[in-house]
């Protein structure tokens, strides 16, 4: 096979077209191609060359290897979807010949776009770069041997750029992983994808100890999440977290949660993470503590309950109390304040006992008496750090006020799989005849109060966090009476910003009451920087009222 020529992209009005370029003699030949062509050209101008091409194309590869025509169906259709801020340092990474010997690692739960940053990689390449481009799709039956097999012929015949997805479903990777940078990564650029989040991180501090550059998927700010997928509303941001995707759907066209429970999400990519990992780390030495939670299937209900606790205590108290929905309880609260008597007492004949039953149920919840494992402070500290490695627990400041006591307190960051939580509890809820039975208007009503007050709740959560991410000095403030969501100081310009978080889309001045008693004023004053801005972030339209910015919240997390 004698092929010749290379194949070039002129542009005409907009339109791409794909020209394969060659001579005849001392006149230079133009031909039209369809995009797919040029793409199948690509890969035969390049091997043709070889000696061994066809033996090449017949090879039997030991593990999913795709290469030529086959990366184009794979990247196709998700080529064209909008890019998250890391793909920037992926493109850096292929290009930058420096850094041959190391790897890149893509490690985030499940549905954070690690394959769809590798597809837009693969479409990004060059048309000569494609052609020396090879994915590999591992699955559990693969084994680290099988993998540096195709690994070595591959590299043999000049590919350059090999991505290899869900490299710690084989579970010697984790003892073997150093193989990939200290031999086949002065090679080619392999680049590195897996959902064992876990496992890539017990590798970094092991065998690819300095040979490795990572980018973690699972955390997204509300500016890239609106970038990427052109969502700018907040209640979407609440709901679909950092997650990117559902299975097998394009993850700029998918909703939340519609196939699988929290549950189901909790212990299939958070809970099985954190096992899979210590199973395979060092022969489970790790395991340490959580090996009994893990041993009777309970590590699940551990998790969940921290996730469900309204006050964010990774306390022994949290796990061992009978429990009792937080949101449940606050929507019986919220109930009782309406003027209307029918809508106080719409509660009033629902079963709680079998509310909390079945959300138990759906949470993998247990309580006291028929946890087999008991759980200690170890336990806690282990899980703790264990979900801040998996960039799903961090940490604020609440200053306490007259004490100035730094309260440390944890949040966890992917809001969609708290508000889950409450959603599940409302699916509940409403198949209860005693609601069903109730009128209309009033179920609606039930359901916007425990929607809107848990994303209350969260939203106040994702400011302060997202603020402090930004680089700003950002902390929450309580007074014996009284709270200030967020302070901010600038100590450039030596100013303190105060801000209220309000959920709602209207403007009222029991929103900004703490931020005209002027005795809260003067302590802060006192203890930081002169106040210079106060303000109420709110769904509603920027506006300025007396001494007070309302800001729009979604335009506030996009400044940062």
Known sequence: MDLKGSIVIKTNRGKMYYIHQYREGNKVVNRSL???????????LEYSKHDDYEEFKNHQFETDVQFGMNLFYLFEKSRNYNKRYCFKTIQAFLYDENVYGKVLALYGLRRTGKTTLIFQSLASLSFADYAKAAYIKISPKDTFRSLTKDLSYLTEHGFQYIFIDEVTLMKDFISLSSTLSDIYGLRAKIILSG???????????????????????TYISFKEFSEVLNKNSIDEYIEYGGLMSIESKPYQQNQIFSEESVNEYVDSAIAHNIEHSLKYYQDGDHFGALYPLYEKHELTNVINR????????????????????HDYGSLKNLVLKHPDPKYQSSLDEVDEKKIISLLMNELSIINKEKQSQKVDEQ???EIDSYLDLLDLCKEIDVVRIPSFFVEKRKLFIQPGLRYSQAKSLLEI???????LELPIKIRLFLKEKLLSDIKGRMLEEIVVYQTLQSGIDAFKVMFPIGEIDLVSLDSQKQETS????????????????????EEKLSILERAYYPIT????????ESKHIDDIDYINVEEYLKSL
């Open 34 to 44: 369809s995009e797919n062509k040029a793409y199948e050209l690509a890969f035969q």
């Open 195 to 217: 959902t064992d989040s876990l496992g890539l991180m017990m590798s970094k501090y092991d065998e690819l100890f300095d040979r490795v550059i990572f980018i973690h998927t």
């Open 306 to 325: 921290l996730i469900e606790d309204s006050n964010h205590r990774f306390a022994i108290s949290v796990i061992e109390q009978s429990f009792k929905s």
């Open 379 to 381: 336990v806690l500290n």
């Open 429 to 435: 809820l409403f198949k209860q005849p005693k609601v």
């Open 498 to 517: 105060l801000y209220e978080v309000k959920y709602s889309t209207e403007s009222h001045p029991r929103q900004s009451v703490f931020l005209h008693d």
């Open 533 to 540: 801005k106060k303000a109420v972030l709110y769904r509603g």
